[in-house]
Every structure is written in structure tokens, then in C-alpha cells.
Nanobody, 122 residues
Framework: QVQLVESGGGLVQAGGSLRLSCAASGRLFSINTMGWYRQTPGKQRELVAR???????NYADSVKGRFTISRDNAKNTVYLHMNSLKPEDTAVYYCAADGVSGSSPPRLFDSWGQGTQVTVSS
């Protein structure tokens, strides 16, 4: 079983910055894609950014130029650097990862973290 634990959420004023972290643990063989999603009440969860094992990235149009996703493969950790935050960025942010577990036999996994609240005040 692969677990994801997020950290770094909180309250920040508009224009400020936050960095989210997400560490994967458990029986891991390889991680393919790691990403961040967000959700507000009454809305569907949406992709914020994702990064593949080779380093290619995708961003939601709403965060391009403000957010940067990165990963440390040695630590099985993904980061989301959020700058120029806006009140509309307020949401619960979820980490997600997929890959191959280290179980015997190896299995594909697709895991989610429990979420971390980001609140941007105007």
C-alpha cells in the first residue's frame, strides 16, 4: 500500500506564497506521475499541475505563470510552489501519484492524499 502525506497548507493573504509538499511512502518500486488537484465545495476536483517521471509538466491555465510543480525522486516527494496567490485559489489541495508498488507481485497503484486546506484572504 502506498500512502501520500501532504503538508504546507494554511492561510495567506492575496499576493502571498505557499509551498505544498507531498511525500509518498510504503512499498514502492517506481512512481510515474505525481500531481496536485484542488476542490472547493460543490465543485468537481480539478487538476492543478502534474509532473511525470521524466520531468514533463502540465498546468491548469488558471495557475500558469504563478505555480511551479517539482519533484525529488530520491525522496519520493512532490512540491507545489504557489506564488501570487488569489482568493480563487482557496481550496482543499490533494496530492496524487501513480506507479508500480514494491509488493510481490508488483501492482499498479493510484493513490491520493487526504488533502490540505489552502485559504487565500483578500
Amino acid at each position: 500500500q502506498v500512502q501520500l502525506v501532504e503538508s504546507g497548507g494554511g492561510l495567506v493573504q492575496a499576493g502571498g506564497s505557499l509551498r505544498l509538499s507531498c511525500a509518498a511512502s510504503g512499498r514502492l518500486f517506481s512512481i510515474n506521475t505525481m500531481g496536485w488537484y484542488r476542490q472547493t465545495p460543490g465543485k468537481q476536483r480539478e487538476l492543478v499541475a502534474r509532473i511525470r517521471s521524466g520531468g514533463s509538466t502540465n498546468y491548469a491555465d488558471s495557475v500558469k505563470g504563478r505555480f511551479t510543480i517539482s519533484r525529488d525522486n530520491a525522496k519520493n516527494t512532490v512540491y507545489l510552489h504557489m506564488n501570487s496567490l488569489k482568493p480563487e485559489d482557496t481550496a482543499v489541495y490533494y496530492c496524487a501519484a501513480d506507479g508500480v508498488s514494491g509488493s510481490s507481485p508488483p501492482r499498479l497503484f493510484d493513490s491520493w492524499g487526504q488533502g490540505t486546506q489552502v485559504t487565500v484572504s483578500s
